[in-house]
């Protein structure tokens, strides 16, 4: 169940992830990339959650015809090279609107991960 906060802008590791997320290209990227500099996050997946809404301020560009999940694969790998889980960047009416990190194990996490344990594979 979402927790509603007092709107604030990504963290610099959320960026990073949403940032690295969309460097790939599919349709609708540019637009998308257009839109972090007008990104806030709304609400947490859970108080101690890493997953987060997002809504984009007026002003920022629609990517047409994207909703759901970004075509990228973003697995997220351990120290010990294991899959521990991967990162799903949403959108909706062409407008990122939350990140989710869904985690393989017992314990959420309750940050993202450094984008150096991050694997990115476009989809095509």
Excluded: C, H
Aim: glycine share 8%; net charge negative; no cysteine.
């Amino acid at each position: 169940m979402p927790v509603e906060i007092t709107p604030r802008p990504m963290s610099s590791g959320e960026r990073d992830v949403v940032e690295l997320i969309l460097a790939n290209e599919f349709p609708g990227a540019v637009e998308l990339r257009a839109q972090v500099d007008f990104v806030q996050v709304v609400a947490k997946w859970g108080i101690d959650s890493a997953s987060v809404d997002l809504l984009v301020l007026e002003g920022a560009p629609r990517s047409p015809g994207v909703t759901g999940v970004i075509p990228v694969d973003a697995t997220v790998m351990d120290e010990a090279a294991s899959l521990f889980g991967e990162i799903l960047l949403w959108a909706v009416d062409g407008y990122l609107s939350a990140i989710e990190y869904a985690w393989y194990g017992d314990e959420p996490p309750s940050t993202l991960p450094d984008i150096a344990m991050i694997t990115i594979d476009a989809r095509s």
